[in-house]
C-alpha cells in the first residue's frame, strides 16, 4: 500500500508560480512511476504530467508544456509540479497518483491516489 499526500496549492495571480509537492509513504512507493492529474470545476479529471520511477523520462498535456514542469527526489520520496506563467483556466483540485505501468491516456491504471490540493488562479 502506498500513501501519497500533497501540499503547495493556493491562490495565485495570473502569470504566477506555484510548485506542488506529493510525497509518497508506505512499500515500494520509490518503484512507482508519478503523476499529476487536475479537476477543473465542472469538469472531468485530466492528465497533466508524469515521470518514470528513474526521473529518465517525462510526459505532459499540450496545454502545460513548456509552463509545467514534474520532476522527483526518490530520497525524499517526492515527486514535484512547478507550475510557471499561470492561467485561470489551470484553476483546479490537482491529484498525485502512483502507477506501476506507464500509461496515463486512462486513468484506470493508476494504482494510487492522494486526496488532491486546490490551485487557484485569479485574472
Known amino acids: 500500500q502506498v500513501q501519497l499526500v500533497e501540499s503547495g496549492g493556493g491562490l495565485v495571480q495570473a502569470g504566477g508560480s506555484l510548485r506542488l509537492s506529493c510525497t509518497a509513504s508506505g512499500r515500494t512507493s520509490g518503484s512507482h512511476h508519478m503523476g499529476w492529474f487536475r479537476q477543473g470545476p465542472g469538469k472531468e479529471r485530466e492528465f497533466v504530467a508524469a515521470?518514470?520511477?528513474?526521473?529518465?523520462?517525462?510526459k505532459y498535456e499540450d496545454s502545460v508544456k513548456g509552463r509545467f514542469t514534474i520532476s522527483r527526489d526518490n530520497a525524499k520520496n517526492t515527486v514535484y509540479l512547478q507550475m510557471n506563467s499561470l492561467k485561470p483556466e489551470d484553476t483546479a483540485v490537482y491529484y498525485c497518483a502512483a502507477a506501476r505501468t506507464w500509461e496515463w491516456d486512462t486513468q484506470t491504471r493508476v494504482n494510487y491516489w492522494g486526496q488532491g490540493t486546490q490551485v487557484t488562479v485569479s485574472s
Open positions: 515521470i518514470t520511477w528513474s526521473g529518465s523520462s517525462t
